[in-house]
């Protein structure tokens, strides 16, 4: 963990848990996690990102949208933050690959599968098929999660934090090896039934109280 993601991490712990009564639940799932991890979230704000790395002990890598990248100062912070870019429309092969390499040398990447932040903070139920396509390619476990409550705190299009308690829920690791291995499927129809699977995993998750509705 470099200095910069370190400082990163730590104000958004910070700032989750003063403004957000951040908490996590099941949180003993975080610990002893593999090496090469694919973690899978829904998307609700920008929050979403700080939020689930400061759960972590371990370092992230997580796409960006590209045109965060713009400006320079922007552009060195996100860079050292471990922020890779994409493009939200049309995601670049490079940008897989990338993701795929870094799960193949043991790191940890944070996926959101909607690929964009929801406008009313409900699940979608199907994912976008870059993620079945790296699960098939970088072929390491899967671990989802879900968030409740950043929508409320700083919702699409929001310009100003408010308190509102957020949890974090961590689910167990999901097997893909079924489809991942069906040859009956072509390559896009795998794609998109894991991402499915990955989606149908997420919304699975629920909270085991009101803090974060």
Same mark, same amino acid.
């Given at each position: 963990m470099n200095l910069w993601y370190w400082l990163g991490h730590s104000l958004s712990k910070l700032v989750a848990k003063l403004v957000c009564s951040f908490r996590v639940q099941?949180? *003993?799932? =975080?610990?002893? =996690?593999?090496d090469g991890l694919l973690i899978v979230s829904n998307h609700v704000s920008f929050l979403d990102p700080p939020f689930i790395g400061g759960a972590f002990r371990e370092p992230l890598y997580y796409f960006a949208r590209k045109t965060l990248f713009d400006h320079p100062v922007a552009n060195f912070l #996100? !860079?050292? $933050? %471990?922020?890779?870019p994409v493009n939200q429309d049309k995601p670049e092969l490079s940008a897989l690959k990338l993701v795929i390499? &870094? =799960?193949?040398?043991?790191?940890? $990447?944070?996926? #959101? @599968? *909607?690929?964009?932040? !929801?406008?009313? /903070? +409900? &699940?979608?139920?199907?994912?976008? @098929? /870059? $993620?079945g396509m790296i699960v098939?390619?970088? %072929?390491?476990? $899967?671990l989802p999660v879900r968030l409740f409550g950043p929508e409320k705190? &700083? @919702?699409? /299009? /929001?310009? +100003? =934090?408010?308190?509102?308690p957020v949890t974090l829920a961590v689910g167990e690791p999901i097997a893909l090896d079924d489809l991942v291995n069906d040859e009956s499927l072509s390559g896009k129809d795998r794609y998109q039934a894991i991402a499915n699977r990955?989606?149908?995993a997420i919304g699975a998750l629920e909270l085991r109280d009101s803090r974060g509705e």
């Amino acid at each position: 963990m470099n200095l910069w993601y370190w400082l990163g991490h730590s104000l958004s712990k910070l700032v989750a848990k003063l403004v957000c009564s951040f908490r996590v639940q099941d949180g *003993e799932r =975080l610990r002893d =996690l593999p090496d090469g991890l694919l973690i899978v979230s829904n998307h609700v704000s920008f929050l979403d990102p700080p939020f689930i790395g400061g759960a972590f002990r371990e370092p992230l890598y997580y796409f960006a949208r590209k045109t965060l990248f713009d400006h320079p100062v922007a552009n060195f912070l #996100f !860079t050292r $933050v %471990n922020a890779i870019p994409v493009n939200q429309d049309k995601p670049e092969l490079s940008a897989l690959k990338l993701v795929i390499q &870094l =799960l193949k040398d043991g790191q940890k $990447v944070l996926i #959101f @599968p *909607e690929g964009e932040r !929801t406008l009313d /903070g +409900k &699940l979608k139920t199907e994912g976008e @098929p /870059g $993620v079945g396509m790296i699960v098939c390619k970088a %072929n390491v476990p $899967v671990l989802p999660v879900r968030l409740f409550g950043p929508e409320k705190a &700083l @919702p699409r /299009g /929001g310009k +100003k =934090l408010k308190r509102h308690p957020v949890t974090l829920a961590v689910g167990e690791p999901i097997a893909l090896d079924d489809l991942v291995n069906d040859e009956s499927l072509s390559g896009k129809d795998r794609y998109q039934a894991i991402a499915n699977r990955i989606m149908a995993a997420i919304g699975a998750l629920e909270l085991r109280d009101s803090r974060g509705e």
